[in-house]
């Protein structure tokens, strides 16, 4: 198996938390499912996401120079499909209820947490685009499970006594 092929493999059994990326560029909304986002400090408070250079996103994400990453619930698993499948591009922001925070990003009322960013910085790094937010506003919402990804596939944490 090619090196790649056994990392996205492998990448596949890393349970992750599932965060809608959104931003507002040209008066127009933009939103895109993504795992890839970390913590980087509390000091300032800054986060990062990672956005394949081929998302239809990508673009309007970097021009914006903002962005909100909302950490969807358990309870948001289709929102998590809808804006997972392009076909449905033109009516992603049909599902849910949203609001906008500081930079103006779409936020989805609801989710467990969201971040509102301002782009502090950006690198490419082989297919991506790391973008570091700055955040701007924070909105605990649920406290209900988290949404997480694997092996294709939404789901939640199981709970150990």
């Known amino acids: ?7 996205t493999a ?3 059994r890393l349970a992750a938390g599932v ?3 959104t931003t507002t560029y040209d008066n127009q909304r933009y939103g895109l499912i993504a795992t890839a986002v970390t913590s980087v400090c509390a ?3 800054t986060l990062l996401i990672c956005v394949n250079r081929t998302a239809s996103i990508h673009d309007h994400l970097t ?3 903002h962005f909100c990453v909302n950490v969807l619930s358990v309870g948001q698993a289709d929102i998590a499909t809808r804006f997972a499948t392009p076909k449905n591009r033109e009516t992603r922001f049909e599902l849910g209820s949203w609001v906008q925070m500081q930079t103006g990003s779409p936020v989805l009322q609801g989710a467990c947490v969201s971040f509102d960013c301002k782009t502090s910085h950006e690198m490419t790094q082989g297919t991506h685009t790391v973008l570091f937010g ?3 506003d924070v909105w ?7 949404l997480t990804y694997h ?3 939404f789901s939640t944490l199981a709970k150990i006594a």
């Open 134 to 136: 700055q955040i701007q």
């Open 140 to 146: 605990l919402q649920d406290m209900s499970q988290p």
């Open 43 to 45: 000091e300032p408070p």
């Open 10 to 12: 492998g990448m596949r």
């Open 63 to 65: 021009r914006a120079g």
């Open 151 to 153: 092996d294709g596939r």
């Open 1 to 7: 198996m090619p090196q790649s092929e056994a990392f």
């Open 19 to 21: 965060s809608l990326i």
